[in-house]
């Protein structure tokens, strides 16, 4: 996923047994990111259908333009502050610390 949303450029998932980190994730009615994001940044396959990579990667290659255009869709609902998140988060925490100075006077 990262490759993708630093290039702009699709990339082809095979859908190995998921990580899960939290045995009770689908207890939570939201699908992981992990999960969502796989239609959108390219496309996925099955380890049983490895036959069929090269035309996943044609397919990939001939819209790579309509990907980059999902990917930018994607960061822009999704990520914040892009090129700005250390500016954007300093001032986070120097108003926390400003706030806690004053609180303890």
């Known amino acids: 996923?990262?490759?993708s949303f630093c290039t702009?450029?699709?990339v082809l998932f095979i859908n190995t047994p998921?990580?899960?980190?939290?045995?009770?994730?689908?207890?939570?009615?939201?699908?992981?990111?992990?999960?969502?994001?796989?239609?959108?940044?390219?496309?996925?396959?099955?380890?049983?259908?490895?036959d069929k990579i090269p035309e996943k990667i044609e397919y990939l290659f001939?819209?790579?333009?309509?990907?980059?255009?999902?990917?930018?869709?994607?960061?822009?609902?999704?990520?914040y502050n892009i090129g700005h998140s250390a500016e954007v988060g300093g001032r986070y925490v120097a108003t926390q610390l400003l706030e806690r100075t004053r609180n303890k006077k």
């Open 8 to 10: 702009h450029k699709p």
């Open 18 to 50: 998921m990580k899960i980190m939290n045995p009770e994730y689908d207890r939570i009615d939201v699908v992981p990111i992990n999960i969502e994001i796989r239609d959108i940044v390219g496309c996925n396959i099955s380890p049983k259908e490895l």
């Open 1 to 3: 996923m990262e490759y």
């Open 62 to 79: 001939a819209n790579s333009e309509m990907f980059a255009e999902k990917i930018r869709e994607y960061e822009e609902a999704q990520v």
